[in-house]
């Protein structure tokens, strides 16, 4: 369908001529064709370039970014292309919510600090806990419990000195057994108190005093970790507040050398750029570049079909502010950029153009990069524009003896104006330009090719 398309306007381009006749001169024959529209076929030098457009850019940019988190407001930039001293404001950024964050991080910060001290003084209470148990309670219950074993042994004693007073009274006849009995009775509870201290003196030593201790060095133990927990969380709230005061300062940036300031290319698909007052900016998004004017490159987009034919190292004229800079390709992408309606869904890959140093070039200028892709030498060639291709290839129309004759053609490679002929003519041979205007037999194989194309389209019509 494209092809009929294409032929429909040939045949337009054909019936041209017969629509004007009245105005415009008849259209030439075999006999009347005018010498200057058929061309000498020779031999020289064909070049095959490829041309495309593209812009200025620094290879070594300095980029200045955003150091501030989340979205951020641009109340004034520097304009683009501007020429900047050290220390000179490129950028600022709005802070009415870094001042809000920065007195909200203040007040957590002071809070915290007294939680801290508070959780210091929980802390030397628990130690001075152990201390005075060890060196006071455990002591003084250690002093009591060993005066009331004294004072039970003593009893005990008492007891037993009483019991061998009415044991030997009895055996006199002056006590009776019943009294001995009683006195039996007190040396046991005498020495059932004796044994009572005892334990209890053991407990204290072995048991209570280490259940005890277990329990207050606990106590110290998370009297400690909420120590360590509560100066954490103040020196997190100590850093966001030094953060968000840093990020202020961020808030209005500055140059750090002398340049030129640049905004960054935008998308394709955008319609703004990216960099002006009001728009919304995010952290490590660039905001402007500083580019190195004595590294400077055209990057270019070569079309998918052509794209073989292009490899680093190949030279590369760039025609920029009047004057021709010979370059060189430094690079080539080997993944295409994407296509969309942006690029008129045209697939190219970006191509890297080294330029040598040359005062007065700068970012953002444009350019025509005319890319030599091969050099023939002493090659046959023919113009393009004496060409027509078919279905069954490529042909031409040469002048022999006052006659028009087609001569069918294999072609090497071509240029913008010229083709490498192989096989079809010969040096000195008269090509006819335009035969599509100029050839009555050539306007008949166009409409030929037309009415070809239309069949499949009436088949399936039909």
């Known amino acids: 369908m494209k092809r009929f398309l294409l032929l429909l306007g040939l045949i337009a381009a054909i019936a041209i001529p017969s629509l004007t006749s009245g105005i415009l001169p008849s259209r030439v024959t075999e006999t009347t064709l005018d010498p200057a529209l058929t061309h000498t076929v020779t031999r020289g ?179 400690k970790a909420k120590l360590e927990a509560e100066e954490e969380r103040l020196r997190a709230d100590q850093h966001r507040k030094q953060r968000a005061e840093d990020e202020f300062g961020q808030c209005v940036v500055k140059a750090k050398r002398r340049g030129i300031v640049i905004y960054p290319t935008g998308e394709d698909w955008e319609d703004a750029p990216n960099i002006e007052e009001g728009a919304t900016v995010h952290k490590d998004q660039v905001l402007l570049l500083m580019p190195d004017l004595t590294q400077m490159q055209v990057k270019v987009g070569i079309h998918e079909s052509v794209i073989d034919t292009v490899r680093p190292g190949m030279r590369a004229a760039v025609t920029v502010a009047g004057k021709t800079l010979e370059g060189e390709i430094a690079s080539v992408a080997s993944v295409a950029k994407p296509a969309g309606w942006w690029t008129g869904n045209v697939v190219k890959y970006d191509t890297i153009i080294q330029l040598p140093n040359d005062i007065g070039l700068k970012p953002g200028m444009s350019v025509e990069v005319k890319i030599i892709t091969a050099q023939h030498e002493d090659i046959l060639k023919i113009p393009t524009s004496a060409i027509m291709e078919t279905h069954s290839g490529h042909i031409c129309w040469i002048r022999q003896d006052d006659q028009l004759v087609r001569r069918d053609l294999q072609l090497g490679d071509s240029s913008e104006l010229f083709a490498a002929v192989q096989v079809g003519l010969s040096a000195g041979d008269q090509v006819v330009i335009d035969p599509l205007a100029n050839v009555p037999e050539a306007q008949q194989i166009a409409t030929a090719m037309i009415e070809k194309s239309k069949q499949p389209d009436a088949e399936q019509a039909e």
């Open 45 to 223: 030098e064909l070049l095959v370039t490829i041309t495309e457009q593209g812009t200025l850019e620094s290879s070594n940019n300095t980029e200045v970014k955003c150091k501030v988190r989340g979205d951020n407001t641009i109340i004034w930039v520097v304009e683009n292309g501007a020429e900047v001293e050290p220390g000179d404001e490129l950028v600022r950024l709005d802070t009415l919510l870094i001042e809000e964050e920065i007195s909200e991080r203040t007040k957590f910060a002071h809070l915290a600090q007294a939680t801290v001290a508070r959780a210091q003084a929980d802390v030397a209470k628990a130690e001075l806990a152990i201390s005075e148990y060890l060196e006071g309670r455990f002591v003084s219950e250690l002093a009591s419990l060993r005066k009331e074993l004294a004072v039970a042994e003593s009893n005990l004693r008492s007891a037993k000195n009483m019991l061998a007073y009415s044991s030997k009274m009895a055996d006199s006849g002056y006590k009776n057994q019943v009294d001995v009995e009683e006195k039996e009775f007190a040396v046991s509870q005498a020495d059932l108190q004796v044994q009572l201290t005892n334990t209890k003196i053991d407990v204290l030593q072995q048991f209570a005093k280490e259940e005890e201790l277990a329990t207050l060095r606990g106590n110290l133990n998370a009297a």
